[in-house]
């Protein structure tokens, strides 16, 4: 069984340095081969690939922009075009295909009923635009417990529905392993389940959202030996909030790494 390929989420690792290209170098640094960022925009995309070329990265994984997050959005469909320009020049493969919040005061079954309509109808326009470009599009459901109460995709098991309705190969699921603890729990079986459609994965421990390796209900050896058994090719994204200084807190990582006799595991 290969080892898992792990990814740092350069949106909450290394807060501590300005930008993304420090952070690029810091993750580097750090032993890591691939980064993502949920929202690169405020940098040019340009500067941003020169700056993961000089760092030897790769970028795997970006999100669509959410919108005016002051204003309660949290992804727009017009926001594809500027994501996949961004994919392009940076050659990532994967984009993250927001779902957008139910509006507030608007959570009847009908309401959900007519944003699935037209969440369908989207996908499938980004599904085609996406083929265009040789890039997959993934849904995230997000909890709806802790972090995002209003978000419209909130399960496993309602992404795994949408995406058999819209039928592209080229949507996937996105695992992020804290939202489906806090939502559905039972995670050996969702992850035996889902995982044929699954193009990515994140970890963050729960409840706190910190490191692997900080105290709280996952047992991160036992996901990560789950996914090696189960087959899991993608990466596995750091999508967490460092409880204290980032590299000091990939000691996990470096464990992981010493047991399965990475190159880098020495660093």
């Not at 969702?190 to 209900?217: D, T």
Request: net charge negative; aromatic share 8%.
């Amino acid at each position: 069984m290969a080892p898992l390929r792990f990814s740092a989420n350069l949106s909450w690792l290394f807060p501590e340095l300005p930008g993304l290209p420090e952070r690029l170098q810091a993750a580097s640094r750090a032993g890591f081969e691939a980064a993502e960022v949920a929202w690169p925009y405020a940098e040019p995309p340009e500067a941003l690939a020169q700056a993961a070329r000089a760092a030897g990265l790769r970028l795997v994984l970006i999100n669509t922009p959410p919108g005016d997050q002051e204003k309660g959005e949290m992804g727009l469909g017009e926001g594809l075009e500027k994501a996949v320009l961004y994919a392009k020049t940076l050659g990532c493969p994967r984009i993250h295909l927001m779902a957008g919040r139910v509006p507030q005061g608007a959570d009847g079954a009908a309401v959900r009923g007519e944003m699935e309509t037209v969440f369908l109808e989207n996908l499938r326009h980004a599904a085609g635009v996406l083929a265009q470009e040789n890039l997959v599009g993934l849904l995230e459901p997000i909890n709806t417990r802790v972090t995002d109460p209003r978000y419209f995709l909130d399960t496993p098991q309602q992404a795994a529905a949408i995406l058999q309705k819209v039928g592209r190969p080229n949507l996937q699921l996105q695992m992020d392993i804290f939202h489906w603890q806090i939502m559905d729990g039972n995670l050996t079986g969702n992850i035996r389940a889902f995982l044929p459609i699954v193009g990515h994965v994140q970890v963050a421990q729960v409840p706190g959202r910190g490191e692997p390796g900080s105290p709280g209900e996952l047992c991160f050896p036992y996901l990560f030996q789950l996914l090696e058994d189960e087959g899991y090719q993608g990466f596995v994204g750091c999508e967490y909030r460092p409880q204290g200084d980032t590299v000091e807190g990939l000691s996990w990582l470096r464990s992981y790494w010493d047991r399965r006799g990475h190159p880098r595991a020495g660093q």
